[in-house]
């Protein structure tokens, strides 16, 4: 199932989106009238999805895809989005070569453990909207095209070999990164927490409809080519990643991991080919369809 949250007529709500007819099945009222919960955004489906899940197979789409305004799938995640640097081979030497990396010295490429930053909430965006260019702070935007992990069940100390019974689906990321802002202050959570820097969506497809350690990941900006890879090639995969942060912080249903981005980010051209307003980047991951933001 492809799970989106969205405006219509001036309001918010969420439902289900049935790609073959591109109708969507509203949820809110759903959710409203079977779980004692306050907000009834895909944070609160996400938790209490197995109390409801038999309802929401006899859902029927009434609204057109093309007349609601896409929100980010999640825009109240538990905790900060955690993502993964340098964990694809090809980008973790790009990085390390660019100069751009305070935290490696060149020749040390790959990382031995999972290297985990965060970015906040404050920085979600939806599918088309737009990426502010922060001039007055970053003359060096770059993007990175990235597949994201949403959490479904709570755990702590999970196995990898239990890791992916506790993934709800997935979603693509835009980590968006001030390069200058990140070499400068040496620790990379204010160059990739400025506002807009996490573009996130379209929307969650349900781990059940695609094989996540095997989808092609690419990336145009401009309509030129700039990423594309396959999430095998991923250096730490999705279990090693679960079982790494679950080890001390527990998951909970929402929370989301951004796994990294493959080669071709704006750093790794010589020179480096970084992002000006009106550029326009758009993301695709088999089966999660396509997220595409412009800089104003
Ligand atoms: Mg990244």
Redesign the pocket.
């Known amino acids: 199932m492809k799970f989106i949250a969205f405006e219509y007529d001036g309001t918010q709500d969420i439902g289900i989106l049935d790609s073959s007819t591109d109708k969507i099945a509203p949820l809110g009222n759903i959710l409203a009238k079977h779980i004692d919960n306050n907000t009834h955004d895909l944070v609160a489906l996400i938790k209490y999805f197995s109390e409801i899940t038999g309802i929401l197979d006899n859902q029927k789409g009434i609204l057109d895809f093309s007349k609601v305004k896409l929100k980010a799938p999640i825009s109240n995640p538990p905790k900060n989005i955690m ?3 340098k964990n694809y081979f090809e980008h973790a030497q790009e990085f390390t070569q660019s100069g751009f990396d305070a935290t490696s010295k060149r020749g040390d490429n790959i990382p031995d453990h999972p290297i985990i930053f965060t970015k906040p909430a404050s920085a979600i965006l939806a599918s088309e909207e737009k990426i502010k260019s922060h001039k007055n702070l970053t003359k060096q935007l770059d993007y ?1 095209a ?1 597949l994201a992990v949403i959490i479904g069940k709570q755990g702590t100390g999970i196995k990898k070999e239990n890791a992916f019974d506790h993934v709800f689906g997935y979603t693509i990321i835009n ?1 968006i ?1 001030g390069r200058d802002l990140q070499l400068k202050h040496r620790q990379w959570f204010i160059g ?1 927490s400025l506002d807009t820097s996490c573009p996130m969506g379209p929307w969650i497809t349900s781990a059940d409809e695609v094989d996540a350690e095997n989808l092609n990941i690419k990336c145009w900006v401009n309509g030129e080519l700039r990423q594309e890879a396959n999430t095998r090639d991923l250096i730490f995969d999705i279990p090693t990643l679960i079982e790494t942060i679950s080890s001390g912080i527990t998951l909970q249903p929402g929370d989301i991991i ?1 796994t ?2 493959p080669a071709g980010v704006g750093i790794g051209f010589d020179p480096p080919r970084f992002l000006s307003s009106g550029d326009t980047i758009r993301i695709e991951i088999e089966g999660l369809g396509h997220l595409i933001n412009k800089v104003a």
Request: overall charge negative.
């Open positions: 993502c993964v640097g990175e990235e980590d990164t990739k951004s990294g981005t």
